[in-house]
């Protein structure tokens, strides 16, 4: 469904295509008519699926801009999908000149008090900070007319819902709630029963999830083999935007620095780095100044960069849902995506563990040769040749050209400049990574079962025979079984209110 039959108002619809989107995602087309009829919804889709807009349209088509007042709240579990969500909401929302500020921690506090100064009409915000600025009367909640909790099953495994109900107490009762979550454990449903009337659960059918348009790949071998590995395969498959998973910090500035030394145009991202240094690094990635953007599963927690092609796990995650996040860096806005998984050889239970989860086979891929990856340099290098000559503006440069091919032929030049421009991995810096120690195989959440590794249970091709697929003009898009996953473990319940008993209106799309 086109997003102009979903009853948006004409600035909406201006900045919507101006963003590039034209199709709603399942999410969006089943819970904006809801909203927008002023209904309260609970909303159960995977990450990547198109929340933002789903909840932030309604609202923002609600708002009174000739209103200087706040008007809605959205309650995030995380500073970076804060800053996200604001952004998201800001695009959407510029045609209507709607004011969007972000509040969060770890961030000067007196900007934020500043900007709340000027009356914005949405404020997006984490549980710690907004509760900061409640009680220092900095941010009065009085006016809200819409309340979103987004990625509400984070929260609560964070620890966040006494701040939450806190915050809610601060709102009229007359308002409209959306709750978003990836799953729906019985804490979820309490906050249903207790802050919502009579809301309807939309649930995404898991097939329409993120995960199939991602063709899945592994590669089998040893910690030190990793590195020249993964560097020829992005030499091979040239990704446009790359996210690198490493397990730990230390691994994380080791990657970075050694893909840097390597001439990949690459920076890390973990809990250690400053604010301001986390924010400068994330939009050189989003602007195309840095490639490959290497990162903790806590540093990427609800990052959401558009155009991202490759994920490479360098590391297989330690909680196999957290694989399900990873890959959902990519294979977003219905566009195919990759990702290729390295494994040592007693990890290889892991992955099944993995595949179980995801009701997803992934594909062994043979590692390239260092041939192989100066072919696909050279490939590269060419792409940028011609890339340089359709921009033109060589008259100043012919007069030394002409000099040059009086004492070289033109294919010693054109030669040269393949030469300067690509990287042979024959002459590549030697990099060393710190070993890591492989996952235990006993470790408690993987299936006992696989303990051990090895592949014997699969028959798998030991030295893979996939293909090194996933060029620039081959991305593919995945195979056609269920990439979603359901989390198992559930939150502590919240306590039932005393208030009249309320009714879930459910529709159910998962059958």
Known sequence: MKFKELGLEPNLLASIERSGFEEATPIQEETIPLALEGKDVIGQAQTGTGKTAAFG????????????????????????????????????????KIRVQAVYGGADIGRQIRGLKENPHVVVGTPGRLLDHINRRTLKLDTIETLVLDEA???????????????????????????????????????GVKFMKEPEHVKIKAKEMTA????QYYVRSKDFEK?????????????????????????????????????????????DLSQQKRMSVLRSFKSGN???????????????????THVYNYDIPQDPESYVHRIGRTGRAGKGGMSVTFVTPNEMGYLHVIEELTKKRMTPLRPPSEQEAFKGQLGA??????????????????????????????????ALLLKTIS????????????????????????????RGGGSNNRNRNKNGGGGYRGNKNNKGTGGSSNGGYNKSKDNRSAKRHNDKKRSFVIRDNSN
């Open 290 to 308: 840095l490639d490959i953007l290497v990162a903790t599963d806590v540093a990427a927690r609800g990052l959401d960069i558009s155009g991202v």
């Open 381 to 414: 290098a060419l792409e940028t040749v011609e890339e340089k000559l359709a921009e033109n503006g060589l008259e100043n440069y012919l007069p030394s050209a002409e000099n040059l091919l009086e004492k070289y032929s033109a294919e010693d030049l054109a």
């Open 57 to 96: 349209l309604p609202m923002l088509q609600k708002i009174d801009t000739t209103n200087r007042v706040l008007q809605g709240i959205v309650i995030a579990p995380t500073r970076e999908l804060a800053i996200q969500t604001q952004e998201e909401l800001y695009r959407l929302g510029r045609d209507k």
């Open 212 to 215: 199939d348009l991602i063709d």
């Open 227 to 271: 590195f020249d590995i993964m560097t020829r395969l992005l030499d091979v498959q040239t990704p446009e935007l790359t996210i690198v998973f490493g397990r730990t910090k230390r691994r994380v500035d080791e990657l970075a620095r050694g893909l840097e030394a390597r001439g990949y145009k690459a920076e890390g991202i973990h809990g």
């Open 423 to 450: 990287k042979d991995p024959t002459d590549a810096v030697p990099v060393k990574i710190t070993p890591e120690r492989p996952l235990p195989s006993n470790k408690k959440g993987f299936n006992k079962n696989n």
């Open 153 to 191: 099953d984070e929260m609560l495994n964070m620890g966040f819902l006494e701040d939450i109900e806190k915050i809610i107490s601060k709102i009229p009762a007359k308002r409209q709630t959306l709750l978003f979550s990836a799953t729906m454990p019985p804490a979820i449903k309490n906050i």
